[in-house]
């Protein structure tokens, strides 16, 4: 099986870690890209495929599919994705994690994963 992962998936599992560590609310693109990255390293070891799927259009879907999630911010001279104020961790997993296979869920929580995320 292959698994895609989507920039809301990636941004919102991102969000998900940074919440816990910290409460930080804001990525830059970098970051995420260097997340998924991690992330599909640590799929790939344990013999899954996975693909991500990151591009422009995708970013600009998720700003319009989950606008009461997500806007575009910029922070310190760097673009990124912010979690809008009202929305919590809960919201989140509510969201972003009910759905996803097992393997990815574990690879979006790994401390290695996590750890690129400076977290």
Not at 3 to 20: C, V, Y
Not at 41 to 65: C, D, P, W
Not at 106 to 119: E, N
């Amino acid at each position: 099986m292959c698994f895609f992962i989507g920039i809301e998936d990636l941004a919102a599992n991102a969000m998900i870690e940074l919440l816990k560590k910290g409460g930080q609310r804001f990525i830059t693109y970098d970051n995420i890209e260097l997340y998924g990255a991690k992330v599909i390293q640590i799929l790939h070891e344990s013999g899954e495929k996975a693909v991500l799927i990151l591009s422009r259009e995708n970013t600009t879907a998720l700003f319009r599919n989950y606008s009461e999630f997500f806007e575009e911010n910029e922070q310190k001279g760097k673009k990124g994705i912010a979690l809008k104020l009202d929305k919590k961790i809960e919201d989140l997993i509510q969201q972003f994690r009910g759905y996803l296979a097992l393997e990815v869920l574990l690879a979006f929580m790994d401390q290695r994963s996590i750890q690129v995320l400076g977290a």
